[in-house]
């Protein structure tokens, strides 16, 4: 009767030669196609910070709405959306880290999600992410 007898040892080498062969195959590459380091770090995008309503706020709905301001941004894009309908009140191209709540659109009490997006030119540089605020009347 014939024995085999495995080679653990060989089999796990070779496996671990061939995740490193492949490992290579997929670092990438500095080559001339790649940007300078100075254009990548100008891609990422900046945070702004919901100031007033907070993140998480509940009370009565805002009279204002305000952000921390962003160096390098040329305007705001700010949404507000509910739960429910969706989009209900958009304001493009605001230079100021902050806007009067338009009298004409009454909040009714629920949850609500805004949003600011910064822009330099009509790329996006900074962004808020979405911040939640309940309003309660």
């Known amino acids: 009767m014939a024995t085999f007898r ?8 070779a496996a671990v030669l061939g995740l490193a ?7 990438p590459r500095q080559g001339a196609s790649d940007p300078p380091a100075a254009e990548v770090a100008a891609i990422v995008k900046q945070g702004i910070d919901p100031v007033s309503p907070r993140r998480d706020f509940v009370g009565p709905a805002p009279a204002r ?7 390098g941004v040329d305007s705001y894009n700010i949404t507000v959306r509910n739960e429910i309908d969706g ?3 958009e304001h493009q191209g605001a ?4 806007i009067d709540w338009p009298k004409e659109i009454k909040l009714e009490p629920g949850t609500y999600f805004w949003r600011i997006v910064g822009l330099k030119g009509e790329r996006s540089v900074a962004d808020s992410g979405r911040a939640a605020f309940v309003v309660m009347n």
């Open 95 to 98: 230079s100021a880290a902050s």
């Open 6 to 13: 495995s080679r653990p040892r060989l089999a796990r080498s």
């Open 87 to 89: 989009l209900v009140f």
């Open 65 to 71: 709405l305000e952000w921390t301001a962003v160096d």
């Open 21 to 27: 062969l492949a490992g290579l195959a997929c670092t």
